[in-house]
């Protein structure tokens, strides 16, 4: 058997504690667990992270990666602002469609994280995630629709994040495809009217940024 390196069996771990959180909850994703899952030795953990800590950071910005960022949906020729806007918000809902058991887990690892000593800094870098996320949705959508919005860019991508987060939450319990489309294309008409004709560069900063 070919040795693999580092990366790949960073990868393999990080994607068996995602199957053991999803049939076992995160408080049983154990380290022992997780290397039984991946099928690796249990030094190979402590080989790849430095702490559980690590483990649940690389976590969230797997799911992160392939299901929550957004990524600007080819909209029909002559398409306006928005339905630019409602073609990607369309798409971004794909992703949380396509893997709800990941983010059912994403749930259970904010509230884990919340009330495990040690851990506090894991929610809140995974929320700093979704609001990275939902700015640079803002940022480009502004761009492609040459649009700029009338609401500082950070206080809108925290409106986002808020609705997002709990239609995601909402829908993960009733299922309700029709409620949950209809309630995002209501968002598309929210950034509509607090969306001007111009450009996004003469937009408020980003903190930090």
């Known amino acids: 058997m070919a040795r693999q390196s580092a990366d790949e069996r960073r990868d393999q771990l990080v994607e068996a504690a995602i199957r053991v959180m999803i049939s076992d909850g995160v408080a049983k994703a154990t380290t022992r667990a997780i290397v039984g899952e991946a ?6 953990f402590h080989y790849c992270f430095r702490s559980k800590r690590e483990l649940l950071h690389s976590v969230i910005e797997r799911i992160m990666l392939r299901s929550l960022a957004f990524a600007p949906a080819a909209a029909p020729e002559g398409a306006d602002a928005r339905d630019l806007i409602r073609s990607t918000l369309h798409a ?10 990941e983010h059912l887990v994403t749930y259970e690892l904010t509230q884990y994280a919340m009330r495990e000593p040690g851990l506090a800094d894991v929610a809140r870098r995974q929320y700093q995630h979704y609001l990275q996320a939902n700015i640079d949705h803002l ?9 700029r919005w009338t609401v500082e860019i950070p206080v809108l991508a925290r409106v986002g994040l808020s609705f997002l987060d709990g239609l995601t939450l909402n829908w993960l319990i009733d299922r309700d495809d029709a409620q949950a489309l ?6 598309a008409d929210h950034l ?12 408020a900063p980003v903190p930090g940024h």
């Open 182 to 187: 209809a309630a995002l294309d209501t968002y």
């Open 139 to 147: 940022t480009a959508v502004a761009d492609l629709a040459n649009i």
């Open 39 to 44: 099928g690796l030795p249990l030094g190979a």
């Open 192 to 203: 509509i009217s607090v969306a001007a004709p111009g450009s996004v560069h003469g937009a």
């Open 92 to 101: 971004y809902w794909e992703g949380i469609r396509a893997r709800p058991a």
